[in-house]
């Protein structure tokens, strides 16, 4: 899908959505509020190996199953959240793989768990486009039947943005819309990585990112990275040693909104 579809895409739904605020009746549901909607973007480019797959989507499972992401959940004000997963690639390869879904208790954390788990892998090469991946996420925020109090983008991946926009471009509109995103960079294959992610992926109030030295310890880095993202607190961005310590004082990368 490119970045022009995109926009039109996003204007239409918020037209749309303009038109049935000023139509509806008062009989009508309104969208159930959570605490934050969240969609979670998982690389499978060419670099992910079928075994690198399968570590990536254990983790996943293992961090909904875990006490502590429902423990922080229910310290939220609505006491849910809702979540979306999605596979992507190149600029206009990207698939849903678990629907939206409200997360609210021991349940549905497992009945997202398992949809993790079963949910196969529908992409396999076609670039590196991190920008397309935070340009689709945002469509996924707009058509979600969840309303947000916050609404984050988790990019997760073991390379930088080599197709589609520039990733800084996509971040920044991001970011304008009230859309945070936070990342997980896999330094297996890029060992600076984390400090690409910091420079230009991830952005917005609170944004931060946990690196994962490797595949093997994916699944302890998602877990940290579910449980700060919900609670939302974080006043400064997580890095790896692998960051110099200046670099956060003169860094000009995690844009917020006006």
Same mark, same amino acid.
Request: proline share 5%.
């Given at each position: 899908?490119?970045?022009?579809?995109?926009?039109?895409?996003?204007?239409?739904?918020?037209?749309?959505?303009?038109?049935?605020?000023?139509?509806t009746?008062?009989?009508t549901?309104a969208?159930?509020?959570?605490?934050?909607?969240? *969609?979670?973007? %998982?690389?499978?480019? #060419? @670099?992910v190996?079928? +075994? !690198?797959f399968?570590?990536?989507?254990q983790?996943? &499972?293992?961090?909904?199953?875990?006490?502590r992401v429902?423990?922080?959940?229910?310290?939220?004000?609505?006491q849910?959240?809702a979540?979306?997963?999605?596979q992507?690639?190149?600029?206009?390869?990207h698939?849903?793989?678990?629907?939206?879904?409200?997360?609210?208790?021991e349940a549905?954390a497992?009945?997202?768990?398992?949809?993790?788990?079963?949910a196969?892998?529908?992409?396999?090469?076609?670039?590196?486009?991190?920008?397309?991946?935070?340009?689709?996420s945002?469509l996924?925020?707009?058509?979600s039947?969840?309303?947000?109090?916050?609404? *984050?983008?988790? %990019?997760s991946?073991d #390379? @930088?943005?080599?197709? +589609? !926009?520039p990733?800084?471009?996509?971040?920044?509109? &991001?970011v304008r819309?009230?859309?945070?995103?936070?990342?997980?960079?896999i330094?297996s294959?890029?060992?600076?990585?984390d400090?690409?992610?910091y420079?230009?992926v991830?952005?917005g109030?609170?944004?931060?990112?946990i690196p994962a030295?490797?595949?093997?310890?994916?699944?302890?880095?998602v877990?940290?990275k579910?449980?700060t993202?919900?609670?939302?607190t974080?006043d400064?961005?997580?890095r790896?040693?692998a960051?110099?310590?200046t670099?956060?004082?003169?860094s000009q990368?995690?844009?917020?909104?006006?």
């Amino acid at each position: 899908m490119s970045h022009k579809v995109i926009v039109l895409a996003l204007a239409a739904y918020i037209a749309a959505g303009a038109f049935v605020n000023a139509q509806t009746s008062p009989g009508t549901p309104a969208q159930t509020n959570t605490a934050l909607n969240l *969609v979670l973007a %998982v690389d499978t480019s #060419g @670099s992910v190996s079928a +075994g !690198r797959f399968e570590l990536q989507k254990q983790g996943y &499972a293992a961090a909904f199953r875990n006490p502590r992401v429902l423990a922080s959940i229910r310290s939220l004000d609505t006491q849910s959240i809702a979540v979306t997963m999605m596979q992507w690639t190149g600029p206009r390869l990207h698939v849903v793989v678990v629907d939206w879904t409200m997360i609210k208790d021991e349940a549905s954390a497992e009945t997202f768990a398992a949809a993790i788990e079963a949910a196969p892998r529908q992409l396999f090469g076609g670039g590196t486009s991190i920008s397309g991946a935070i340009d689709y996420s945002r469509l996924l925020l707009v058509q979600s039947p969840f309303k947000g109090e916050r609404r *984050v983008i988790d %990019v997760s991946g073991d #390379g @930088s943005n080599n197709s +589609g !926009r520039p990733v800084t471009d996509a971040r920044d509109e &991001a970011v304008r819309d009230g859309t945070g995103i936070n990342g997980l960079p896999i330094l297996s294959i890029e060992p600076m990585l984390d400090r690409y992610y910091y420079d230009n992926v991830i952005g917005g109030p609170g944004a931060f990112m946990i690196p994962a030295e490797n595949y093997d310890i994916f699944a302890d880095a998602v877990l940290k990275k579910l449980i700060t993202e919900i609670a939302g607190t974080n006043d400064n961005p997580i890095r790896s040693s692998a960051s110099d310590s200046t670099a956060l004082a003169a860094s000009q990368t995690r844009p917020t909104s006006p």
